[in-house]
């Protein structure tokens, strides 16, 4: 059975820390991607990774960075926690190829809260 | 550029009623649609989704949808709502042979009434 698998289903950091949101798949997918889900905004795509050691920005990277390895694991990272990140975090995984119909498999979510 | 369009923020429907969760799109090209749905506190997990081939497909938990070419839609349905059916649910669309990065509508949450 398809898997993703979050680091942590719920957090409690304080402003300033740095944060560490892992994130890892068991489909050898080559395409992986975090979003944020805020009430009424639906979801945005804060970074996203076609490959090992690739990255591309999305929608949202202000304050972000992330790191992918492994093929397995793609990591966001929280260089300086704020307020305003305090949000859920989703991560998810999907196959790539031309006639790949890129259904995305997303793991349980972590809910940050930052003090 | 792609679009999705959810109307209604929120549904509400009785348990046993008809569930109908509507959603259209924006594309050069005819899309691969999906949809998702999210239980509480939970992550996403697909539904049913349309690639090619038969315009009524049906998913997990007794949904269907139909992709209507003409009206640029791929509205959700149910005949019967059960409680358990209470979740948001996320329309999505991604173009073949395109960017595998899907464009999500805002959601629908699914209220059910006993």
């Known amino acids: 059975d398809v898997k993703v698998t979050q680091s942590s289903r719920y957090l409690v950091k304080r402003t300033g820390e740095k944060v560490f949101l892992e994130c890892v798949q068991d489909m050898d997918h080559e395409n992986m991607f975090w979003y944020r889900q805020d009430p009424g905004l639906g979801l945005r795509l804060i970074y996203f990774s076609y490959d090992v050691k690739m990255k591309e920005k999305g929608d949202i990277p202000e304050g972000y960075s992330v790191s992918r390895e492994k093929k397995e694991r793609f990591s966001l990272i929280l260089e300086s926690a704020s307020t305003n990140q305090t949000s859920m975090y989703l991560c998810?995984?999907?196959?790539?190829?031309?006639?790949?119909?890129?259904?995305?498999?997303f793991g349980p979510g972590t809910r940050l809260t930052v003090t | 550029a792609q679009s999705v369009t959810q109307l209604g923020s929120h549904v509400s429907v009785s348990e046993g009623a008809l569930v109908l969760l509507r959603c259209n799109y924006s594309s050069s090209v005819p899309p691969y649609l999906f949809w998702y749905v999210q239980y509480p506190n939970q992550g996403l997990q697909l539904l049913l989704k349309?690639?090619?081939?038969?315009?009524l497909v049906k998913g997990i938990n007794g949904f269907e949808a139909e992709f209507k070419k003409s009206e640029t839609s791929f509205h959700l349905t149910k005949p019967s709502a059960h409680m358990s059916d209470a979740a948001e649910y996320f329309c999505a669309v991604t173009k073949p042979g395109g960017s595998y990065i899907p464009t999500f509508g805002r959601g629908t949450s699914l209220i059910v009434h006993p």
């Open positions: 998810a995984s999907s196959l790539t190829g031309v006639n790949a119909p890129y259904e995305q498999y």
């Open positions: 349309y690639t090619t081939g038969a315009t």
